[in-house]
């Protein structure tokens, strides 16, 4: 059975490095597709192309994506024993949505006697059944992803909408496909985007925060069950934000952290 | 007066996007050249080409640098009213050393009315005059770079050398140039890859950090005076580490973020 996820991101090799794939709709907010959703097409082709999962990949947003076919055209830098690295545009027609780079990489096992430092926990929430639905748009609509997906999100972070924000550029929650297929790293690329921003827990008047680039570095392979995640931005300033995530799986191992830099729109 | 970083990093247009450079001397660890070193000239190169300063540059690390000529191949991805794209890669004759991908464009000023939302402050440490020099390497050599640049560290994380690690994996500390030119959005582009990796100052036998990715965020433009730099490692496990680095000016302003995804190579 293949997931829904891994068939709305699925690609085709149509040449020597050049993958054609659809931009599904439903993995959109108000028409344009979901930044993870688009990196979750991007970082298959590239992991295709160089044989390996992800380790770092970053990507570059160019312009929004309606629903429609594109194509990702993916050039190998270099291939090595253990790291690949390859660089890749996402296209729609003439128009290029996004830019990456990125390096693949299987996840080694920890080597005898190696001692994890590890500061930090997953984040501390209610259970999935106790946590919150996204909130909807502001005029109201579910968008079509929140279907997919099953995000619970810590109740005193989903408020916003309601005109009960928790002050903190915070938000925490529980991430799952609706299907409860396993995430892996593709997956895991798409989970760093698939949250609400966190800026709309603050006072900053801000409606929408275009990512202008996000990093995402895969550092486990989850294990099955809903995973623990952790938004947080904490410089709001001069038109710009960065949002740091963590991933966290069932057995408390952080998978991934990611980190974007957004605009902040002034109001108008 | 031409500060030596800038004219350790200058660049020169030879072509459409084509540059050259030298990786001089002195600015390696060990005879390798430092990544943030490489990383200025390759962003140097980039913000010349788009004619802007870097908002967000990634570089992947594919091979160490000697010094030598090297030249640097930019590829403008778009040119907006505000942003720039590019994609650049390193190149030592054939023998590639980075490949690039950043967005460029000037630091906004805050509108009127912004309210910044900052959660954090500098790092606490004492005056630059009562920290600390870096240490020797483990042979005793102090390296030349150490020579260009005016770093102090917090004296409690300073003694790593002397078998006295803090048992965080931190290291604080003041940065200058020593001919204290002014550091710019270039010159932060070093600062955060001029400090000793914090893994150092933990129990993990590790004698070197390869870096495989390094993303720095300007955030924005230092005043003079010596910037104050806090580095940290959270997550060291399976083979791999962060490294997030914050760097503030003297006016208390969060200057620049950045986090790189580094190699634990097994003790041989």
């Known amino acids: 059975m293949t997931g829904m996820y891994e068939l709305a991101t699925a690609v085709r090799r149509v040449g020597d490095g050049r993958f054609e794939a659809d931009v599904q709709p439903g993995w959109d ?85 190696e001692v994890p430092y590890i500061v930090g ?16 748009l502001p005029d109201g609509e579910v968008p079509a992803i929140f279907g997919k997906l099953g995000i619970r999100m810590r109740p005193g972070d989903a408020g916003f909408r309601d005109g009960v924000k928790s002050g903190r550029a915070e938000i925490g929650g529980w991430f799952s496909f609706a299907d409860e297929r396993p995430v892996d790293a593709i997956g895991l690329l798409f989970v760093a985007d698939s949250f609400p921003p966190p800026v709309f ?6 409606a929408w925060v275009p990512t202008v680039e996000l990093t ?26 960065e949002e740091d995530g963590e991933i966290w799986d069932s057995t408390d191992h952080l998978v991934a952290q990611s980190r974007q830099l957004a605009l ?5």
Chains 1, 2 share one sequence.
Request: positive net charge; charged residues 15%.
């Open 264 to 268: 902040v729109p002034r109001p108008s």
């Open 121 to 136: 926990a997953p984040p501390v929430m209610p259970s999935f059944e106790e946590s919150t639905a996204p909130p909807p």
């Open 201 to 206: 827990n603050t006072d900053h008047p801000v």
């Open 29 to 113: 907010i108000g028409g344009n597709a979901n930044g993870g959703y688009l990196l979750g097409i991007a970082g298959r082709a590239m992991a295709e192309a160089v044989g390996r999962p992800p380790l770092t990949v970053t990507a570059h947003y160019l312009a929004p994506a309606p629903a429609g076919p594109c194509r990702v055209d993916v050039q190998v830098v270099r291939s090595g024993r253990r790291l690949a690295t390859a660089t890749a545009s996402l296209w729609q027609g003439d128009r290029q949505i996004m830019q990456l780079l990125g390096t693949f990489g299987e996840q080694q096992p920890a080597f005898e006697g």
């Open 216 to 241: 995402v570095h895969v550092r486990g392979v989850p294990a099955p069950g809903p995973l623990r995640c952790e938004f947080r931005s904490r410089f709001i300033q001069a038109g710009l934000l």
